[in-house]
C-alpha cells in the first residue's frame, strides 16, 4: 500500500479464530479492506480518490511555478525578428531585467536599444497576484511614461505579434486549469493543460500549454481569442539549464494564424543574480533608462 494511504484505523475489531496462520490473517485482512473500499466508498482514504482533471490541471501549474521559485533576478539582450506574411523582416534589439518579488508577480524591463527610431523606448510591468498588472511604456521621443490600460493589453507590443499581456509574467492564481491528457512531443512526452484566464478583460479565452512531465518546461502554448477561434501560438526551443535549476528557453516564436505573420524572440547572454534593486524597476527610473 502506498504512502499516505492509510485507513488511520486500528484495534482488535474482525480478530481472526484460533489457529488460523498469520499468512492467512493478513490475506483475509487485505480481502476485507478492499472490499470495504470498493463497496463503502466512505471507508476510503482521501489522498487515494484519482485526482479531478481541475485538480490535476492546478497541481501540475503549481509545481511548474514553484520549480522556478528562488532565481532572484536575471538579466538577458534580446534580439526581436518581426517577419510579415511576405517574409519581410526587420529587426530589434533589447535589454531585459527581471526581478523576483516573492508573494507577487515579478517585475520586468525591457530597452530598445536598435534600430534608432525606437531607441530608448522601454516597457515596465509589475505584475501582480490576484490583481490587475501595472504597464507603462516610456517613449522618448515625446519624453513621456504612457500609461498601458486594461482594455490596451491585448494590443501589439511594439508591432509584433506579442501582445502587452503576453510580455507580462502570469501567475498561477490568474487561471481556472484542466488536465487535458498525456501525449507524445517530440522525443519527450508531454502533459497538456487548459488554462481559462479568470480576468474578462484577457485577451484570450483560453490557452492550451503543452509541459515536459520530467521538467515542465513550456514547449508550445495555443492561444485562443476570446470568440474561442486558434489565434495564435507561441513555442519554445533550445532550453538551457542556469545555476543548476532554472531552465530558459533561447528562442520564443509567436505565429499568429490571423495575419500569418510571426515573431521571434532570441535570448542571448542570461545572466543570474545580479543583485539588481527594487528602485530600477519603478516609473520615475524609466526617465533615466539608457
Given at each position: ?55 490535476k490541471g492546478l497541481r501540475i501549474a ?205 535570448w542571448n547572454q ?21
Amino acid at each position: 500500500m502506498a504512502a499516505g494511504c492509510r485507513t488511520g484505523r486500528s484495534g482488535g475489531a474482525g480478530r481472526a479464530p484460533a489457529g488460523i496462520s498469520p499468512g492467512a490473517r493478513k490475506v483475509a485482512a487485505a480481502s476485507l479492506f478492499l472490499a470495504m473500499t470498493c463497496f463503502f466508498p466512505a471507508y476510503a482514504p482521501a489522498p487515494c480518490l484519482a485526482e479531478a482533471p481541475e485538480e490535476k490541471g492546478l497541481r501540475i501549474a503549481r509545481e511548474a511555478s514553484e520549480r522556478d521559485d528562488g532565481f532572484a533576478d536575471f538579466t538577458a539582450v534580446m534580439t526581436m525578428v518581426l517577419r510579415d506574411r511576405q517574409g519581410r523582416e526587420s529587426v530589434r534589439q533589447m535589454r531585459v531585467k527581471v526581478l523576483e518579488v516573492q508573494e507577487n508577480g515579478d517585475k520586468s524591463l525591457f530597452v530598445f536599444d536598435q534600430p534608432r527610431d525606437v531607441q530608448g523606448t522601454a516597457l515596465l510591468t509589475h505584475a501582480h497576484v490576484n490583481a490587475p498588472d501595472d504597464q507603462w511604456l516610456y517613449l522618448p521621443a515625446l519624453r513621456r511614461v504612457k500609461r498601458i490600460n486594461a482594455a490596451r493589453r491585448s494590443g501589439s507590443f511594439m508591432g509584433s505579434e506579442f501582445s502587452y499581456e503576453d510580455m507580462s509574467s502570469s501567475q498561477v492564481e490568474e487561471y481556472v486549469y484542466r488536465f487535458l491528457r498525456d501525449e507524445p512531443c517530440g522525443e519527450l512526452t508531454c502533459t497538456v493543460t487548459e488554462q481559462v484566464p479568470l480576468d474578462k478583460r484577457s485577451g484570450y479565452s483560453r490557452k492550451i500549454v503543452w509541459r515536459d512531465v520530467d521538467h515542465l518546461r513550456t514547449w508550445k502554448m495555443e492561444l485562443y481569442d476570446r470568440k474561442g477561434s486558434h489565434l495564435k501560438t507561441l513555442t519554445f526551443e533550445n532550453y538551457r539549464q542556469y545555476a543548476g535549476r532554472y531552465w530558459r528557453a533561447e528562442r520564443q516564436t509567436m505565429e499568429n494564424h490571423l495575419t500569418g505573420a510571426r515573431t521571434v524572440l532570441d535570448w542571448n547572454q542570461l545572466s543570474f543574480g545580479n543583485n539588481l534593486r527594487d528602485s530600477e524597476f519603478t516609473r520615475p527610473a524609466l526617465r533615466r533608462v539608457r
